[in-house]
């Protein structure tokens, strides 16, 4: 059996499965962290876009607040 193995692993057809296999885990593995890589990004511009719209709702507040401040002072 194990000459069975041998010649398997060292013949050309035993080396393409080799090569084949590790590919495959080779980009199983860059897969997953391209999706790991996404979330993570995907999870910063959502915070980011939040911020920033707290922001913007806070200017237009203050805008509002200064303008209706204006009005009054001109009455």
């Known amino acids: ?6 010649f398997f692993f060292f013949s050309s057809v035993g080396r ?3 090569c084949t ?8 593995i860059l ?3 391209y999706k790991v890589a996404q979330e993570s990004v995907s999870h910063q511009m ?5 911020s920033l ?3 913007i709702s806070d200017l237009e507040k203050l805008k ?3 303008v209706s401040d204006h009005a009054e002072a001109v009455e």
């Open 21 to 28: 296999f590790s590919s495959f885990i080779g980009l199983y």
């Open 64 to 66: 509002q607040a200064n």
């Open 16 to 18: 393409i499965f080799f």
């Open 1 to 6: 059996m194990s000459s069975w193995l041998a």
């Open 46 to 50: 959502k915070g980011l876009h939040t």
């Open 31 to 33: 897969h997953n962290d």
């Open 53 to 55: 719209d707290r922001r």
